[in-house]
């Protein structure tokens, strides 16, 4: 399979421990992104990585949280001190350099299957 | 800025029925639009999307979508529903990439298609 991965699929921890979750994009995308998606609403960016260069965080991307992209391929995103306020899916996509896209492609992001955390 | 509103969080359709969700957006300048469809327990999947060809964009399993400017909407539409089509939807929005928009995507809020047989 040759799509984006993400490891682990479900995740369970007590407040207050750190947790991390892995993402791989698809091998030939230089471009990575980081989405939270809470029950019931739509998914919601978090952080964007060209390469290994980090672009974009978002607000809801507090100091508890930190991500990396340390060779320009796989991605991880750590939370520290976790809260039960960041439970949800988190979600991972990657998407071809703007000079690799055809225009029919452009800006289309692949998905990986997400990880589900629950912070009891 | 960049925002989506999908009109309807549920929508419940026979089989064999239109499916018709609706979404607006708005958007300072010229955007790409998207329609993900989301399967339980799986991951986010296109359906299609708008890159300021055509205005009538044609999907996967039957779905199309118009985009309409000078009614900022981008609805999607199906002539006649199946089962496997019961999922919830995401209309999406995204500036072209450049600039300092990076591509990133404004999803709406979802909407929950049942079909029932």
């Known amino acids: 399979d040759t799509g984006v991965s993400q490891d682990p699929r479900h995740k369970i921890t007590k407040r207050g421990q750190n947790v991390t979750f892995r993402c791989d994009p698809i091998?030939?995308?230089?471009?990575l992104y980081w989405y939270r998606q809470t029950l019931g609403q739509g998914p919601e960016f978090l952080t964007y990585?060209?390469?290994?260069?980090?672009?974009?965080k978002s607000r809801l991307l507090s100091d508890r949280f930190s991500a990396e992209r340390p060779k320009g391929s796989f991605s991880t995103l750590e939370i520290q001190r976790t809260e039960q306020g960041d439970s949800a899916m988190y979600l991972c996509?990657?998407?071809?350099?703007?000079?690799?896209?055809?225009?029919?492609?452009?800006?289309?992001?692949?998905f990986g299957p997400g990880t589900r955390l629950t912070v009891l | 800025a960049q925002s989506v509103t999908q009109l309807d969080s549920h929508v419940s359709v026979s089989e064999g029925t239109p499916v018709l969700l609706r979404c607006n957006y708005s958007s300072s300048y010229s955007p790409s639009l998207f329609w993900y469809v989301q399967h339980p327990n799986k991951g986010l999947q296109l359906l299609l999307k708008y890159t300021s060809a055509a205005t009538l964009v044609k999907g996967i399993n039957g779905f199309e979508a118009e985009f309409k400017k000078s009614e900022t909407s981008f609805h999607l539409t199906k002539p006649s529903a199946h089962m496997s089509d019961a999922a919830e939807y995401f209309c999406v929005v995204s500036l072209n990439a450049g600039g300092t928009s990076y591509g990133k995507l404004t999803f709406g809020q979802g909407t929950i298609l049942t079909v029932h047989p």
């Open positions: 091998s030939e995308h230089n471009r």
């Open positions: 990585f060209q390469n290994e260069a980090q672009l974009e």
């Open positions: 996509a990657s998407s071809p350099s703007m000079g690799a896209q055809k225009k029919s492609s452009y800006n289309e992001q692949f």
